[in-house]
């Protein structure tokens, strides 16, 4: 089944303690990214990647960092977490991005990280 | 800055009426727009997208207008049901080399037995 893959699903943690998010896609998608969805302020861009090895900010990158060493994978790092990240967090790819074609957009079921 | 704009932020209505909901823009540079569905604690689910070149897409009930040009885009719904309830958000892809999503903050839709 083609899927966007996230987990942890559900994490409760504390400041500072440095936690990854994997996010794994099996449909060959170049172009991949993450989001986090906070009430009133609804879905803000974190990160995105083109391809491999090619990742960019989007509106809220302070306190993250990604990579991308695998076309499938773009995990989603919190060095040293703070309470303002507690949020709820979507990966999702795309086969290509922009003006190269047809950029439907498939979503991961969601983080939910909280952090204390 | 793009900025996209839903509004209102809920709706409630009762079955079987045909809705139209809407979305605003105001870069009209865009690659494209998307309009997707959300269930209460799930992810996303992408009910159509526009290409900035066209003017329409249509999927069963639901029929997705873009007019570019005035930065606006509709959903329709016909024939509303009880499982259409859900949250619904619209977003932009701008042009300039930003490959930037930007969302709308979406329109929760309740539809009554």
């Known amino acids: 089944e083609a899927q966007v893959t996230q987990n942890p699903r559900y994490l409760i943690t504390v400041t500072g303690k440095k936690l990854t998010v994997t996010c794994s896609q099996n449909?060959?998608?170049?172009?991949m990214s993450w989001y986090r969805q906070d009430p009133g302020l609804g879905l803000r861009q974190i990160y995105y990647s083109m391809n491999v090895e090619v990742t960019d900010k989007g509106d809220v990158p302070e306190g993250y960092k990604v990579s991308r060493k695998e076309k499938r994978n773009f995990p989603l790092i919190l060095e040293s977490p703070s309470p303002n990240q507690t949020s709820l967090y979507f990966c999702?790819?795309?086969?290509?991005?922009?003006?190269?074609?047809?950029?439907?957009?498939?979503f991961g079921a969601g983080s939910r990280l909280t952090v204390l | 800055k793009q900025e996209v704009t839903q509004i209102p932020a809920a709706l409630s209505v009762p079955e079987g009426e045909n809705l139209v909901l809407n979305c605003s823009f105001t870069?009209?540079?865009?690659?494209?727009l998307q309009w997707f569905r959300q269930d209460p604690g799930k992810g996303l689910t992408s009910l159509l997208l526009i290409q900035s070149s066209q003017r329409e897409q249509t999927s069963g009930r639901l029929n997705a207008s873009l007019d570019k040009s005035s930065g606006r885009s509709t959903l329709y719904i016909a024939a509303s049901q009880p499982g259409d309830s859900a949250t619904y958000l619209c977003a932009v892809e701008t042009q300039g080399g930003s490959e930037k999503l930007v969302f709308g903050k979406g329109m929760k839709l309740t539809v009554n037995p």
């Open positions: 449909m060959n998608h170049e172009y």
């Open positions: 999702a790819s795309s086969l290509f991005s922009g003006g190269a074609g047809a950029n439907v957009l498939t």
């Open positions: 870069d009209s540079a865009i690659y494209n």
